[in-house]
């Protein structure tokens, strides 16, 4: 087992899950309109529709690896085209990050995880996304890639998870500060690009 590739996948999803992306944010605005605990129930939603995405991944991904191993460097490298795209969508983006609270109604907390479920279930992007990250981060020869994906996956549910309730937890303090500080959204843009490049290249030049 290589847990060096492990330690890589945590840190990795850890520094992808601080980057401002649009779940993060939804996060933080729903926390900040219905309180902390919708918040909390909101990331619950997101991260919960995740299961489905490694599902999806684990058995079609892993079926195709059994019958031909090059499918899984083809893969890889389509990862890594991907990730490289999204590094250069991020470029193109603005780096100011809005936080318009006044379009946003009011839900219950079940509402909420339910929103919050659909909308990552229904969203592609996450699919594709996993496709593209989580083969390359693989760690055992011996461990089916079922199991793999799996473990892979509760990794980055949890790490998710905990820096969404993190942030809506600390919603109002997140707020205060991104509005007072309007450089942190170029550095975190700088931040998300450097992210996605680098995995794209490790997934290149990877032997796993």
């Known amino acids: 087992m290589n847990y060096e590739l492990i330690y890589t996948f945590v840190i990795t999803t850890a520094a992808l899950a601080i980057t401002p992306g649009p779940d993060i944010i939804y996060v933080l605005m729903q926390s900040v309109i219905n309180g902390k605990k919708d918040g909390i129930a909101t990331a619950f ?3 919960s529709g995740c299961i489905i995405h490694t599902s999806l991944l684990a058995f079609g991904v892993s079926a195709l690896i059994k019958e031909n191993h090059l499918i899984l460097i ?5 990862g ?3 990730l490289f795209y999204l590094a250069f969508n991020v470029f193109k983006s603005a780096s100011e990050i809005t ?3 006044a379009t946003i109604p ?3 907390a079940f ?6 479920f659909i909308m990552n279930v229904l969203n592609p992007k996450v699919t594709i996304f996993f496709l593209a990250f989580f083969p390359g981060f693989l760690f055992s020869e011996e461990m089916s890639p079922v199991l793999q994906f799996y473990i892979l996956g509760f990794i980055f549910i949890l790490i998710s998870f905990c820096v969404f309730v993190l942030t809506a937890i600390l919603s109002g303090m997140v707020s205060k500060y991104l509005k007072a500080n309007k450089k ?3 550095i975190l843009k700088w931040m998300q690009i450097i992210v996605f490049i680098g ?3 490790y997934l290149l030049f990877s032997n796993n």
């Open 45 to 47: 939603g997101l991260v």
């Open 74 to 78: 083809g893969i890889k490298v389509f």
């Open 80 to 82: 890594a085209l991907y």
């Open 99 to 101: 936080l318009n609270v």
């Open 106 to 108: 009011k839900k219950s």
């Open 111 to 116: 509402a909420l995880f339910k929103q919050g």
């Open 184 to 186: 942190i959204g170029f």
């Open 199 to 201: 995995i794209g290249v």
